[in-house]
């Protein structure tokens, strides 16, 4: 591990000076993948910005049709808030399928996000459900947040404050888990929302994506059977040591089906 200085801040307000100061500041939530990176020497930040103190980012309220979620809400938190999960079950519930107990205690939503590792399953939810990325410059919606492999629109000095979840009629999850680490080869995100059915997947591709011919299949019945032989091509789906792409196409088929029969 290279040196670093670091602050502790208590306001976002603090937080964006400190990271508008100083260009080569990274903020830090669970560290999760940021500590590992620097104990491999991969990543060299003049300074972490500690957002643990920070308590707005630790919020989960109701505004109208939507949930908002605090960037530091914790995966725990997600997976057993009784707002969460009475307003979006599957949201709870996917949340609960993140590592085990001990990442759940210390990952965080915002990290998550921020970090969009190919195979996390936030992104997926925030595609599926129509999510709006809010910092502390703009808002973002999902479709223009997610960029492509551990890449998003968050701009260096900008912070992720909220994440804000439109309630859905229906919605539902499934994930084939790599069995050592527990994240997803392959994970669908289903939800009946007010612009429509979302379909969006996770760990299959470089980033996750939305699976429109499945959006349109349930649209027009919304049902298993609609999309139980609706195959998923394998061009540009990852292949590696854990899968290989055609084996990844077929769990996204198959994903998709159990989604849909999770949301019920
Ligand atoms: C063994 C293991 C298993 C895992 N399994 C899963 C899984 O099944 N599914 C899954 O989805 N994830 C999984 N994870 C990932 C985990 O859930 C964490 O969310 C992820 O590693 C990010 O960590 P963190 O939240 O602590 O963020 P950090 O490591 O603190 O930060 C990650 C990145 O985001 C940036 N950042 C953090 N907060 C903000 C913010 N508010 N604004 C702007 N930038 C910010 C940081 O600068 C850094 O670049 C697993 C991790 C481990 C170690």
Excluded at 80 to 95: S, V
Excluded at 127 to 135: E, Y
Excluded at 169 to 197: C, D, E, H, I, L
Aim: charged residues 20%; proline residues 6%.
């Amino acid at each position: 591990m290279y040196d670093f200085a670091y602050h502790k801040p208590s306001s976002v307000a603090e937080a964006v000076a400190i990271l508008a100061a100083d260009p080569e500041a990274k903020p830090i939530s669970g560290g999760q993948t940021l500590l590992p990176a620097l104990k491999h020497r991969l990543n060299r930040p003049s300074a972490l910005i500690d957002l643990s103190g920070i308590a707005e980012l630790k919020k989960v309220t109701q505004e109208g049709n939507e949930i908002v979620i605090g960037a530091m809400v914790k995966h725990y938190e997600v997976a057993t808030n009784p707002l969460i999960k009475g307003a979006i079950p599957a949201l709870a519930a996917m949340a609960s399928t993140i590592g085990d107990t001990q990442v759940r205690n210390r990952g965080t939503m915002g990290g998550s996000c921020a970090n969009n590792d190919p195979a996390a399953d936030y992104p997926a939810a925030a595609l599926a459900l129509g999510a709006t990325f809010v910092t502390d410059k703009r808002s973002i919606p999902a479709e223009e947040f997610f960029l492509g492999m551990f890449t998003t629109a968050l701009e260096p000095d900008e912070l992720l404050v909220a994440v804000r979840f439109p309630i859905p009629a229906k919605a539902g999850y499934a994930k084939m888990r790599n069995p050592a680490s527990r994240y997803s080869m392959a994970g669908v995100f289903v939800a009946k929302t007010a612009q429509g059915v979302r379909v969006a997947v996770n760990g299959a591709g470089s980033s996750a994506f939305r699976r429109p011919e499945a959006e349109a299949a349930l649209e027009a019945n919304w049902s298993p059977e609609a999309v139980a032989n609706l195959d998923q091509a394998a061009d540009d789906l990852n292949s590696d040591i854990h899968g290989s792409a055609e084996y990844r196409a077929h769990l996204v088929k198959v994903m998709t089906k159990r989604a849909v029969i999770d949301a019920g």
